[in-house]
């Protein structure tokens, strides 16, 4: 059974960078591919990031590719996605997920374990 805790979401504004983590635990970490997936009020959850269990294979929402960046520290167990020239559009909880399969997918069923979810709010 894999625990994953999110952190690092925040109130900032248009056009600023932030970094969420996600520290996992109870597993072996590099056994499993990573996602970072958010839902905005009233919307479904959609597919941000994912990153391979090696971190070779990256692959990013078009809304998102070019700003965030997903990576991880198989040795600290944490997965990051950073997180620049954000705006409003991008406020949402934001989750991090953990795949057995070890690639990269982008559907929310493919992901085995699911953290709390982190707030990140960009005011205009």
């Known amino acids: 059974q894999v625990q994953l805790v999110e952190s690092g979401g925040r109130l900032v504004q248009a056009g600023d960078s932030l970094r969420l983590s996600c520290a996992a635990s109870g597993g072996t970490f590099s056994n499993y591919a990573m996602g970072w997936f958010r839902q905005a009020p009233g919307k479904e959850r959609e597919f941000v990031a994912a990153i391979s269990w090696v971190g070779v294979t990256t692959y990013y929402a078009s809304s998102v590719k070019g700003r965030f960046t997903i990576s991880r520290d198989n040795a600290k167990n944490t997965v990051y996605l950073q997180m620049n020239s954000l705006k409003p559009e991008d406020t949402a909880v934001y989750y991090c997920?953990?795949?057995?399969?070890?690639?990269?997918?982008?559907?929310?069923?493919?992901?085995?374990?699911w953290g709390q979810g982190t707030q990140v709010t960009v005011s205009s």
């Open positions: 997920a953990a795949d057995s399969t070890r690639v990269v997918h982008i559907t929310a069923t493919h992901y085995d374990y």
